[in-house]
């Protein structure tokens, strides 16, 4: 038996596992591109329209998004839609291949399943072998895909195929970073936290280098993210980026194969050692309980978020920079340099919350797992009332979210006035992070409503979320009706410091917090608990 | 004390259509060691989730220890300890520190009696519970529940990963309790361990109490299983009131016969000239045959499993 046998078979499995979830993939993100080029060819009929457009992409947040800036002075369709469509399909790309490659290896072997299978007629390298195909098939069909979609709007098919590739390339390269990272961890959990977080130290790499000289600078070149973009579709295309992406390919899926070789079934190279005889004097009730489950996963997110912040918040002269460069685009922006470097904080203080809503959810969804795993069953048996239990959720999940919130808030501001020498900002970025916050306790709050009252609800909040974040990220660029930019969650409160902060608003939003939250309370005691 | 330490009336419950309490009762009076019988997805863990004030129940009345247990949970819950049928714990802490935080959770925790249980179960409370397996979570839960001094301990097949001799620890451990004058509500389907250790036993099937009763009283019931060599014609005794699946060999005859008529039998044994003669009283497992038995021939019939899967 080689380490290879079965591994047909465990395509076919994981194929007909996944046939659902990989087919909402593709059909969104092909559907989302054949959507957004009529749109964009729409929205920006004419030559003018396009330049302006063109402007407001050489922005910091322009680039952020966009990338290089390859085509700018030519803005036609096709540099377009690479320009504005890139960074939004890579990240859902990297978000689908690392969720599938932790799914079909680490997960496996963490819930048992894979000791099942490998007890049949299955080599040690069957099942990541069998998901890295996968990985690559699901990618390659999608880039397809989009290089079609785009080909039928009668753009040049080389470039097109390069653009596919390109993303498909990408893709397969970040399930790869997530095979690498399954091998540390024994845990799936884990494994996707540390995957993130390279992944976002590697988007960031491209956003600096991009920042730093339009056609990207050397930070940028690091990055798979910046690959694509750098065969330079429909502008002047090459194709010799692309093999960056293979020289990177074979290089971590050698590291993976290595480091698989060196453990065993289930364990991980960092080893679990034995713990405590007893419980510390803190770890005594449901709170605390709460706080000692989710330590970890706060301090990861604190530090993935001040990482972040201060790396954007050091931004702010390349924005000085700019507009000293540019002062075309201190007009579009309207306003000096300090409200130039306000606005773009202010943006990235939207991102922050963004993040903090996330995890604000997150840590509330902890009462369904924790049900669902027949755990608050083992907890609620004992002298422990509903309301402590699911109250102690709440109050773990709202103190961390501010934590988080105000870290970053902190985090910009130190960024930025280590960059422009003004520690004015350190107090400026944390008030703009407070007055931003409710954005992020709103979806606390949400959670624990349809925790309370309806669980099987829990998808809405995540809608609500994906198109909150949306709508906030994109819907200005794509030019969203105010309407469907009002329904987002993060436009509901101004944003300082490009805004002036409003105190009736604020007061009414948390007012509405601690309702929901009441409400959510007075849920779950009257309702069954749902048990394994 | 007179209040029953368990008592449940006529208890419903669905599941959207899914009827998994029809008209349940249960009573366990205090001090007793009490069985609760039944196959799987026959409603045993629903109850006691109603007695725990998990799940409300549809209809009908619970008490528990005096008590309302979905109104006053927290306060009973003080008084008793729940060791579930599938324990899961918190992967990240080690089992020493989840037999405490347990405790504590409870309102208190002997620390002799945990080290003496720690012992007697041989579980080493320094793993993480992620690398227990299933028998070693289910230590923990027991250690946690025994080394309290809760009036009632709800057990939902707490042995059914544990080995033999782990088995023979945790008898020895629910003799003590009963001893100490402790109430214990013991769901199982290992039919042997409700014999040794509990008084009473309530069967239940489909979500409905069938049989309730002390060992004696369903004992009396059934039937005894008698085997036997006579001198003369064994094919007299067909036909004879009482007398079931009667097997003849030669002179050797196997029967059972209804508890009722055993007098008769045995006279007509006498008349017959036995040479031995060996009646065994009915086991729990012919007891819980009787009412499973035509689900199991059921179901070897259609060559399927039942496919109800809530318990």
């Keep these: ?69 390859y085509g700018l002075d030519d803005y036609s369709l096709g540099p377009m839609l690479v320009n504005e469509l890139t960074a939004s399909l890579l990240i859902a790309l990297a978000v689908l291949s690392i969720l599938h490659v932790i799914r079909h290896t680490r997960a496996e072997e963490e819930s048992g399943r894979a000791e099942l299978l490998r007890a049949n007629v299955l080599g040690a390298g069957a099942q990541s072998t069998a998901a890295l195909v996968t990985l690559t098939l699901v990618n390659l069909l999608i880039g397809g895909l989009i290089a079609l979609s785009i080909i039928a709007f009668d ?27 399954a091998q540390v961890s024994e845990h799936g959990r884990t494994t996707s936290g540390l995957s993130f977080l390279v992944v976002g130290l590697l988007f960031m790499a491209r956003v600096v280098g991009d920042l730093a000289e339009q056609g990207g600078g050397l930070a940028s070149w690091l990055s ?42 289930g364990s991980g190279l960092v080893a679990t050692r034995p713990g405590p005889v007893g419980a510390g004097r803190l770890l005594r009730g449901p709170t605390t309980l709460h706080l000692h489950q989710q330590r970890g996963s706060i301090i990861t997110w604190a530090i993935a978020v001040a990482l972040f912040s201060f790396a954007f918040g050091t931004l702010a002269t390349e924005i ?14 309207g306003g000096d340099v300090d409200d130039a470097v306000g606005g773009f904080l202010a943006v990235i203080t939207a991102y922050v919350v963004m993040a903090g809503a996330t995890f604000g959810a997150l840590s509330v969804l902890r009462v369904w797992s924790e049900e669902n795993a027949g755990r608050a069953e083992l907890v609620l048996s004992t002298a422990v009332g509903r309301a402590h239990w699911f109250g102690g959720v709440l109050v773990v999940a ?26 004015e900002w350190v107090w400026r970025m944390v008030e703009a992070s407070l007055a931003q916050l409710p954005g992020a306790l709103g979806f606390v709050a949400l959670t624990a409503l349809v925790l309370g009252l309806l669980p099987r609800l829990t998808f809405l909040v995540w ?62 005691r009257n309702r069954d608990l749902v048990t394994a | 004390m007179s209040v029953p330490a368990i008592e449940a009336r006529g208890l419903d419950k669905y599941f959207g259509r899914f009827q998994a309490l029809d008209e349940l009762d249960l009573t366990v009076d205090s001090g007793q060691v009490a069985g609760f019988l039944g196959p799987n997805g026959s409603g045993k863990s629903t109850t006691i989730r ?52 347990l405790g504590r959770l409870r309102g208190g925790l002997d620390d002799r009696r945990k080290k003496t249980f720690l012992e007697r179960f041989e579980l080493d409370p320094t793993k993480k519970a992620r690398t227990y397996s299933k028998g070693n979570r289910q230590k923990v839960a027991l250690v946690a529940a025994l080394s309290s001094t809760a009036e009632l301990l709800i057990l939902d097949e707490p042995t059914s990963g544990l080995d033999p001799l782990m088995e023979a620890v945790f008898t020895e451990c629910v003799r003590e309790v009963k001893e100490e004058g402790r109430t214990v509500l013991l769901s199982s389907h290992i039919l042997s361990e409700v014999e040794k250790l509990c008084d009473t036993v309530t069967i239940i099937r489909g979500g409905r109490t069938v049989e309730s009763g002390t060992l004696a009283e369903l004992r009396h019931l059934t039937r005894s299983t008698v085997r036997a060599e006579v001198e003369g014609d ?41 040479r031995s003669l060996v009646s065994n009283p009915p086991s729990l497992e012919e007891l819980f045959m009787r009412h499973y038995g035509d689900d199991l021939a059921a179901r070897g019939a259609a060559g399927e499993i039942d496919g109800r899967e809530r318990a």
């Excluded at chain 1, 910046?226 to 194709?239: G, H, I, M, N, Y």
């Design chain 1, 1 to 69: 038996m080689s380490a290879f046998t079965g591994t047909g078979t465990m395509i076919r499995f994981i194929l007909r596992r996944d046939r659902i979830r990989l087919s909402v993939w593709t059909l969104a993100l092909v559907g989302t591109t054949a959507v957004t080029v009529p749109t964009l060819d729409e929205a920006f009929p004419d030559e003018e329209s396009r330049q302006a457009r063109a402007a407001l992409m050489d922005t910091p947040t322009g680039v952020v998004f966009g990338g290089p800036g």
């Design chain 1, 155 to 181: 753009m040049p098919v080389a470039d097109s195929l390069a653009y596919g590739l390109g993303l498909a390339l990408a893709g397969i390269s970040f399930g790869a970073i997530a095979a690498v990272c």
């Design chain 1, 224 to 265: 798979p993210f910046a690959w694509v973009q750098q065969t330079r579709p429909f502008v002047d295309l090459r194709w010799e980026p692309l093999a960056l992406y293979g020289a990177f390919l074979v290089v971590t899926f050698a590291i993976a194969h290595v480091l698989a070789g060196r453990r065993d079934l």
């Design chain 1, 320 to 333: 000085q920079g700019m507009l000293e460069a540019n002062p075309d685009i201190g007009v579009i922006l």
């Design chain 1, 398 to 423: 709202t103190s961390a979210t501010v934590f988080i919130v105000m870290v970053g808030g902190l985090g910009l501001g130190l960024g930025a006035s280590v960059a422009i020498e003004d520690f």
């Design chain 1, 463 to 524: 809608l609500w979320l994906a198109y909150s974040a949306l709508t906030t990220m994109l819907g200005a660029l794509l030019g969203f009706p105010d309407w469907a930019m009002n329904l987002s969650a993060f436009e509901i409160l101004a944003k300082p410091p490009m805004d002036e902060f409003e105190v009736g608003p604020y007061l009414l939003y948390l007012g509405a917090v601690l309702s929901a939250g009441a409400v959510s309370l007075v849920g779950f």
């Design chain 2, 50 to 101: 109603i007695l725990l004030g998990l799940l409300r129940a549809d209809s009908g009345s619970v008490r528990l220890l005096g008590g309302d247990p979905w109104k006053e949970a927290v306060a009973l819950h003080r008084r008793l300890a729940y060791v579930p049928g599938d324990v899961s714990l918190w992967p990240n802490l080690t089992g020493g520190q989840a037999i405490d935080l």
């Design chain 2, 234 to 274: 064994p094919s007299a005794l067909e036909g004879l009131t009482g007398v079931h699946d009667l097997s003849i060999d030669g002179r050797a005859v196997v029967f059972a016969v209804e508890n009722d008529h055993m007098g008769s039998v045995l006279s007509e044994l006498a008349t017959l000239g036995a």
